[in-house]
């Protein structure tokens, strides 16, 4: 069956350094990645999609890459602020799928430490 | 302005009641979608709603019932509510592209006793 792992344990990072999520996939093809942040009792919102034929992407501080070899992504966000502390949640569309197919794994729970 | 707003954020109730969530989006999309997320924190999708269509009903019982009036509204109605649907529930829309990225809501969340 599909499958979609985060790290579920929380993570710590000093204020300053990069972190460095991790999103793995079995038994997935996806046609492409997203990845989102949830504030505690806050809906997600939407920060970034990678397609299956990009490597790389960037928006500001925040930089995610997609290896359909490895079947992983991984998010980073650089120069973190404590203002970053939240959960990220990365999500896999199928091919053809459109948001109908999205499938979410469980979020990463980030800690930027001042 | 809020671009998908639901009502109400909270909501506790006994079994074997009836309750409805309402939803709202003012951002002109075609889709629009009721997501559960668990004290496990997975968010899983349960309809989603195509120009007033039912398209998506991932095994949800059915005393869980979508009813849009029209494609900016999208209600969640539930009948004999049970402990095991204790949840946050978050109503989403998303815009006609084949990308898919979702635009939530604030979440309700629903304690039945």
């Known amino acids: 069956s599909q499958k979609i792992e985060q790290n579920s344990e929380a993570l710590n990072i000093q204020e300053g350094k990069t972190a460095t999520l991790t999103c793995n996939y079995t038994?997935?093809?996806?046609?492409?990645l997203q990845w989102y942040r949830q504030d505690p009792g806050r809906g997600p919102v939407f920060l970034l999609l990678?397609?299956?034929?990009?490597k790389e992407k960037r928006k500001e501080r925040l930089k995610v890459t997609f290896d359909t070899t490895l079947k992983q992504s991984l998010f980073h966000i650089t120069a973190s602020q404590p203002a970053d502390s939240a959960t990220y949640l990365c999500?896999?569309?199928?091919?053809?799928?459109?948001?109908?197919?999205?499938?979410f794994g469980k979020g990463t729970h980030l800690i930027i430490q001042p | 302005d809020t671009a998908v707003s639901q009502t109400p954020k909270y909501l506790v109730t006994q079994m074997g009641n009836d309750k409805s969530i309402k939803c709202e989006q003012n951002?002109?999309?075609?889709?629009m979608y009721w997501y559960k997320q668990d004290s496990k924190k997975f968010l899983k999708i349960m309809f989603s709603?195509?120009?007033?269509?039912?398209?998506i009903n991932e095994t949800v019982p059915n005393r869980f019932s979508p009813k849009s009036p029209d494609k900016a509204h999208l209600n969640l109605h539930i009948n004999s509510l049970e402990l095991g649907d204790s949840a946050v529930y978050f109503c989403?829309?998303?815009?006609?592209?084949?990308?898919?990225?979702?635009?939530f809501g604030e979440g309700s969340r629903l304690t039945v006793l």
């Open positions: 989403a829309s998303s815009p006609p592209t084949n990308t898919g990225e979702l635009f």
């Open positions: 038994n997935y093809s996806p046609a492409y």
């Open positions: 990678i397609r299956e034929n990009e």
């Open positions: 999500a896999l569309a199928p091919k053809g799928g459109g948001a109908d197919g999205l499938t």
């Open positions: 951002l002109g999309h075609d889709t």
């Open positions: 709603y195509n120009n007033k269509e039912l398209i």
